[in-house]
């Protein structure tokens, strides 16, 4: 059935009432697959958020790591002279 028939149909069978009904159904679909869609893209921002929030983590662990050593070479190479 194309648009027009279904549209001529709808009117006929269930009046005015119906036809606004059916077009409820529709919007309210479109806007639940916009929604999903939605809440799929923040799903993956959100686990992409977390795996930078890791590396960020490990390379600041990594620099604090590397300023102790030299800090640590510098005050034994100190005490030594």
Do not use: P, W
Request: proline letters at 0%; a negative charge.
């Amino acid at each position: 059935m194309n648009d027009g028939t279904l549209f001529n149909t709808l009117l006929q069978q269930f009046g005015f009432a119906g036809l606004l009904v059916v077009a409820v159904y529709l919007i309210a679909r479109k806007l639940a697959h916009q929604y999903e869609a939605r809440i799929s893209a923040l799903e993956t921002a959100s686990s992409r958020c977390e795996a930078d929030r890791v590396e960020l983590r490990r390379i600041i662990i990594d620099l604090q790591t590397g300023v102790i050593k030299d800090l640590t070479a510098k005050l034994i190479q100190g005490d030594a002279e």
